[in-house]
Protein backbone atom coordinates (compact mmCIF):
# COMPACT_ATOMS: atom_id res chain seq x y z
CA UNK A 1 0.00 0.00 0.00
CA UNK A 2 1.12 3.43 -0.46
CA UNK A 3 0.16 7.35 0.56
CA UNK A 4 0.91 10.24 0.16
CA UNK A 5 0.84 13.45 3.09
CA UNK A 6 0.67 16.84 2.07
CA UNK A 7 0.77 18.90 5.67
CA UNK A 8 -0.13 21.87 4.38
CA UNK A 9 -3.56 22.37 3.08
CA UNK A 10 -3.04 26.35 2.53
CA UNK A 11 -0.28 28.30 1.70
CA UNK A 12 -0.77 32.25 1.14
CA UNK A 13 2.46 33.23 -0.17
CA UNK A 14 3.22 37.10 -1.04
CA UNK A 15 3.41 37.49 -5.15
CA UNK A 16 7.84 37.40 -6.68
CA UNK A 17 8.31 35.40 -3.34
CA UNK A 18 9.10 31.68 -3.32
CA UNK A 19 7.04 28.78 -2.16
CA UNK A 20 7.69 25.61 -0.87
CA UNK A 21 4.70 23.08 -1.38
CA UNK A 22 5.55 19.56 1.25
CA UNK A 23 4.90 16.28 0.11
CA UNK A 24 5.89 12.74 1.91
CA UNK A 25 5.29 9.34 0.85
CA UNK A 26 5.19 5.71 2.18
CA UNK A 27 5.37 3.07 0.09
CA UNK A 28 7.09 -0.56 0.49
CA UNK A 29 8.11 -1.05 -3.10
CA UNK A 30 9.89 1.87 -5.39
CA UNK A 31 8.02 4.47 -6.71
CA UNK A 32 7.42 7.04 -9.54
CA UNK A 33 6.00 10.33 -7.96
CA UNK A 34 4.27 13.22 -9.58
CA UNK A 35 3.15 16.79 -8.91
CA UNK A 36 -0.67 18.15 -10.38
CA UNK A 37 -2.22 21.43 -10.54
CA UNK A 38 -5.80 22.23 -10.50
CA UNK A 39 -7.57 25.29 -11.41
CA UNK A 40 -10.90 25.71 -10.51
CA UNK A 41 -13.23 24.04 -12.16
CA UNK A 42 -10.44 21.95 -14.36
CA UNK A 43 -8.97 18.62 -14.54
CA UNK A 44 -5.70 18.27 -13.32
CA UNK A 45 -2.15 19.30 -15.66
CA UNK A 46 1.10 17.49 -14.99
CA UNK A 47 3.93 19.94 -13.75
CA UNK A 48 6.42 17.66 -13.38
CA UNK A 49 7.55 13.79 -12.48
CA UNK A 50 10.07 11.91 -10.68
CA UNK A 51 10.65 8.43 -12.58
CA UNK A 52 14.21 7.58 -11.86
CA UNK A 53 17.55 9.22 -12.16
CA UNK A 54 18.68 13.07 -11.19
CA UNK A 55 16.96 13.58 -7.69
CA UNK A 56 16.09 17.64 -9.14
CA UNK A 57 13.58 17.43 -11.30
CA UNK A 58 12.32 20.77 -13.33
CA UNK A 59 8.96 20.97 -14.98
CA UNK A 60 6.70 23.28 -16.05
CA UNK A 61 5.85 26.90 -14.84
CA UNK A 62 9.40 27.38 -13.66
CA UNK A 63 8.65 25.01 -11.15
CA UNK A 64 10.71 22.29 -10.04
CA UNK A 65 10.86 19.50 -7.16
CA UNK A 66 13.17 17.26 -4.92
CA UNK A 67 13.13 13.63 -4.26
CA UNK A 68 14.58 12.77 -1.15
CA UNK A 69 14.22 9.04 -0.51
CA UNK A 70 15.72 8.88 3.15
CA UNK A 71 13.21 11.52 4.23
CA UNK A 72 10.94 10.27 1.80
CA UNK A 73 9.84 13.68 0.61
CA UNK A 74 9.20 14.95 -2.54
CA UNK A 75 8.81 18.90 -2.14
CA UNK A 76 7.65 21.17 -4.73
CA UNK A 77 9.21 24.64 -5.00
CA UNK A 78 9.00 27.96 -6.83
CA UNK A 79 11.68 31.11 -6.46
CA UNK A 80 9.38 33.09 -7.75
CA UNK A 81 5.18 33.00 -7.49
CA UNK A 82 3.28 34.82 -9.81
CA UNK A 83 -0.35 35.51 -9.05
CA UNK A 84 -1.43 32.95 -12.07
CA UNK A 85 0.14 30.58 -9.64
CA UNK A 86 -2.94 30.59 -7.66
CA UNK A 87 -4.63 26.98 -7.69
CA UNK A 88 -4.62 23.43 -6.00
CA UNK A 89 -1.39 21.41 -6.30
CA UNK A 90 -1.45 17.48 -5.49
CA UNK A 91 1.15 15.12 -4.84
CA UNK A 92 1.10 12.15 -6.58
CA UNK A 93 2.51 8.24 -5.82
CA UNK A 94 2.32 5.50 -7.75
CA UNK A 95 4.39 1.54 -7.50
CA UNK A 96 6.79 1.09 -10.54
CA UNK A 97 6.11 -2.78 -10.41
CA UNK A 98 4.33 -2.39 -13.74
CA UNK A 99 0.02 -3.13 -13.86
CA UNK A 100 -1.65 -0.27 -14.66
CA UNK A 101 0.23 2.07 -11.77
CA UNK A 102 -2.22 2.69 -9.86
CA UNK A 103 -1.96 6.63 -8.42
CA UNK A 104 -2.48 7.55 -5.09
CA UNK A 105 -3.58 11.44 -4.50
CA UNK A 106 -2.60 13.73 -1.71
CA UNK A 107 -5.56 15.40 -0.17
CA UNK A 108 -4.06 18.95 -2.22
CA UNK A 109 -2.62 22.49 -1.08
CA UNK A 110 -4.15 25.32 -2.12
CA UNK A 111 -1.42 27.91 -3.04
CA UNK A 112 -2.84 31.43 -2.48
CA UNK A 113 -0.63 34.27 -4.35
CA UNK A 114 -0.90 37.68 -2.83
CA UNK A 115 -0.09 40.42 -4.99
CA UNK B 1 0.47 16.90 -26.91
CA UNK B 2 -1.28 14.30 -24.70
CA UNK B 3 -4.48 15.82 -24.88
CA UNK B 4 -7.60 14.27 -22.88
CA UNK B 5 -10.78 15.97 -24.17
CA UNK B 6 -13.89 15.07 -21.06
CA UNK B 7 -17.52 15.73 -22.45
CA UNK B 8 -20.14 17.15 -20.83
CA UNK B 9 -18.09 19.75 -18.70
CA UNK B 10 -21.28 20.33 -16.78
CA UNK B 11 -24.57 18.47 -16.47
CA UNK B 12 -27.29 19.76 -13.87
CA UNK B 13 -30.73 17.03 -14.34
CA UNK B 14 -33.19 16.13 -12.03
CA UNK B 15 -33.23 13.42 -10.13
CA UNK B 16 -33.87 9.51 -11.60
CA UNK B 17 -31.99 10.60 -14.72
CA UNK B 18 -28.83 8.34 -16.37
CA UNK B 19 -26.03 10.59 -17.07
CA UNK B 20 -23.21 9.94 -19.70
CA UNK B 21 -19.79 11.45 -19.44
CA UNK B 22 -16.97 10.70 -22.23
CA UNK B 23 -13.38 10.58 -22.04
CA UNK B 24 -11.53 10.96 -25.36
CA UNK B 25 -7.46 10.72 -25.80
CA UNK B 26 -7.02 12.76 -28.95
CA UNK B 27 -3.72 12.61 -30.00
CA UNK B 28 -2.60 9.41 -28.06
CA UNK B 29 -4.13 5.29 -27.21
CA UNK B 30 -4.65 4.62 -23.88
CA UNK B 31 -5.35 0.85 -23.50
CA UNK B 32 -6.31 1.96 -19.67
CA UNK B 33 -8.53 4.73 -18.40
CA UNK B 34 -9.33 5.88 -15.02
CA UNK B 35 -12.09 7.31 -13.66
CA UNK B 36 -12.42 9.51 -10.18
CA UNK B 37 -14.56 11.32 -8.00
CA UNK B 38 -13.55 14.51 -6.47
CA UNK B 39 -15.88 15.70 -3.82
CA UNK B 40 -15.27 19.24 -2.44
CA UNK B 41 -11.86 20.16 -0.78
CA UNK B 42 -11.00 16.74 -1.10
CA UNK B 43 -8.69 15.00 -3.12
CA UNK B 44 -9.40 12.65 -6.18
CA UNK B 45 -10.96 9.12 -5.19
CA UNK B 46 -10.26 6.60 -7.95
CA UNK B 47 -13.29 4.84 -8.63
CA UNK B 48 -12.61 2.52 -11.30
CA UNK B 49 -9.95 1.10 -13.43
CA UNK B 50 -11.47 0.78 -17.41
CA UNK B 51 -9.41 -1.23 -19.65
CA UNK B 52 -9.99 -1.52 -23.30
CA UNK B 53 -11.68 -4.18 -24.80
CA UNK B 54 -12.09 -6.14 -21.01
CA UNK B 55 -14.43 -5.27 -18.13
CA UNK B 56 -13.59 -2.19 -15.41
CA UNK B 57 -12.19 -3.07 -12.06
CA UNK B 58 -13.98 -1.15 -9.64
CA UNK B 59 -12.48 -0.07 -6.08
CA UNK B 60 -14.08 -0.89 -2.59
CA UNK B 61 -17.05 0.77 -2.39
CA UNK B 62 -18.23 1.65 -5.75
CA UNK B 63 -21.25 0.25 -7.40
CA UNK B 64 -20.94 -1.37 -10.62
CA UNK B 65 -24.32 -1.17 -11.63
CA UNK B 66 -24.45 2.61 -10.57
CA UNK B 67 -21.24 3.32 -12.27
CA UNK B 68 -20.98 1.84 -15.56
CA UNK B 69 -17.95 2.12 -17.43
CA UNK B 70 -17.46 0.74 -21.23
CA UNK B 71 -13.81 1.50 -23.21
CA UNK B 72 -14.69 0.34 -26.53
CA UNK B 73 -11.72 1.47 -28.02
CA UNK B 74 -8.33 2.97 -27.99
CA UNK B 75 -9.37 6.49 -27.15
CA UNK B 76 -12.86 6.44 -25.43
CA UNK B 77 -14.09 5.75 -22.17
CA UNK B 78 -17.67 6.47 -21.08
CA UNK B 79 -18.76 6.60 -17.29
CA UNK B 80 -22.63 6.35 -17.19
CA UNK B 81 -24.23 7.25 -13.55
CA UNK B 82 -27.39 5.73 -13.69
CA UNK B 83 -30.61 6.70 -11.88
CA UNK B 84 -28.64 9.28 -10.34
CA UNK B 85 -29.57 10.53 -6.93
CA UNK B 86 -28.89 13.93 -5.27
CA UNK B 87 -25.85 12.21 -3.48
CA UNK B 88 -24.12 11.50 -6.65
CA UNK B 89 -23.42 15.16 -7.49
CA UNK B 90 -19.65 15.80 -7.22
CA UNK B 91 -16.79 16.25 -9.94
CA UNK B 92 -15.89 13.65 -11.91
CA UNK B 93 -12.08 13.56 -13.53
CA UNK B 94 -11.16 10.90 -16.02
CA UNK B 95 -7.66 10.50 -17.20
CA UNK B 96 -5.52 8.27 -20.23
CA UNK B 97 -2.33 6.49 -19.37
CA UNK B 98 -0.63 6.43 -22.76
CA UNK B 99 0.51 3.32 -23.91
CA UNK B 100 3.82 1.89 -23.28
CA UNK B 101 6.11 2.12 -20.13
CA UNK B 102 6.44 4.46 -17.18
CA UNK B 103 3.46 7.19 -18.81
CA UNK B 104 1.83 9.35 -16.37
CA UNK B 105 -1.79 9.72 -16.47
CA UNK B 106 -3.17 12.38 -18.22
CA UNK B 107 -6.58 14.11 -17.01
CA UNK B 108 -9.71 15.41 -18.71
CA UNK B 109 -10.77 18.99 -17.51
CA UNK B 110 -13.66 17.12 -15.05
CA UNK B 111 -17.58 16.76 -15.52
CA UNK B 112 -19.44 18.91 -12.66
CA UNK B 113 -22.49 16.67 -12.07
CA UNK B 114 -25.22 18.33 -10.06
CA UNK B 115 -28.57 16.24 -9.54
CA UNK B 116 -31.65 18.09 -8.58
Known amino acids: AQSVTQLDSQVPVFEEAPVELRCNYS??????LFWYVQYPNQGLQLLLK??????LVKGINGFEAEFNKSQTSFHLRKPSVHISDTAEYFCAVSDNSGGYQKVTFGTGTKLQVIP | GAVVSQHPSRVICKSGTSVKIECRSL??????MFWYRQFPKQSLMLMATSNEGSKATYEQGVEKDKFLINHASLTLSTLTVTSAHPEDSSFYIC????????????FGDGTRLSIL
Open chain 1, 50 to 55: YLSGST
Open chain 2, 27 to 32: DFQATT
Open chain 1, 27 to 32: SSVSVY
Open chain 2, 95 to 106: SARPTGPNQPQH
